[in-house]
């Protein structure tokens, strides 16, 4: 069974990069043909994609977020990470990582961590 | 972009029947998922590929796409039923996943 595990500073100031991992036991992130995904939820809102990682190291992200977000994969450590750069009280909310199996659908997703930004 | 619309709220009486839809722009076309949140927790994945459950997930589950709609229903309908679900597609234009804003399910 396939686990995955967010971790991280739960508090980053204002302006900072915000950087997260997501661990995955039960398995190896290189095998099968699955994208690895970040997703996040401000508090009482919906569900936001924010991007997304093949172990080739292809990725794809969110248009609105572009700019700032950069997801790269360990696969010697069986991890993908998130970075998000100068951020703002806005991007406070519960980060998820996920995988995306063969039909786009989300099958496997972390706990989930929240992050506050405030300084 | 794809855009997903789902009513904000529904609610049932237990052991009723609770339709959730899931409006998009010819989404019968594309393979709609749908998510159970429960407050806390991560989603959990309840239909895939329009109609298919994961293991664990109970057959009161089900789901159907058609046209411009695609459906969540939840028979026999349980207080632990009560959550937020999220409907999902895959945005082949623009190669990321699209969720609908979420419908609250309350159970009377």
């Known amino acids: 069974q396939v686990q995955l595990q967010e971790s991280g500073p739960g508090l980053v100031k204002p302006s900072q990069t915000l950087s997260l991992t997501c661990t995955v036991s039960?398995?190896?992130?290189?095998?099968?043909?699955?994208?690895w995904s970040w997703i996040r939820q401000p508090a009482g809102k919906g569900l936001e994609w924010i991007g997304r990682i093949y172990t080739s190291g292809s990725t794809n992200y969110n248009p609105s977020l572009k700019s700032r977000v950069t997801i790269s994969v360990d696969t010697s450590k069986n991890q993908f990470s998130l970075k998000l750069s100068s951020v703002t009280a806005a991007d406070t909310a519960v980060y998820y990582c996920?995988?995306?199996?063969?039909?786009?659908?989300?099958?496997?997703w972390g706990q989930g961590t929240l992050v506050t930004v405030s300084s | 972009s794809y855009v997903l619309t789902q009513p904000p709220s529904v609610s049932v009486a237990p052991g009723k029947t609770a339709r959730i839809t899931c409006g998009g722009n010819?989404?019968?076309?594309?393979?709609v998922h749908w998510y159970q949140q429960k407050p806390g927790q991560a989603p959990v994945l309840v239909i895939y590929?329009?109609?298919d459950r994961p293991s664990g997930i109970p057959e009161r589950f089900s789901g159907s796409n058609s046209g411009n709609t695609a459906t969540l229903t939840i028979s026999r309908v349980e207080a632990g039923d009560e959550a937020d679900y999220y409907c999902q597609v895959w945005d082949s234009s623009s190669d990321h996943p699209v969720f609908g804003g979420g419908t609250k399910l309350t159970v009377l």
């Open positions: 590929y329009d109609s």
């Open positions: 039960g398995g190896s992130i290189s095998s099968g043909s699955f994208f």
């Open positions: 996920a995988r995306v199996g063969r039909f786009g659908e989300l099958g496997y």
């Open positions: 010819n989404i019968g076309i594309k393979s």
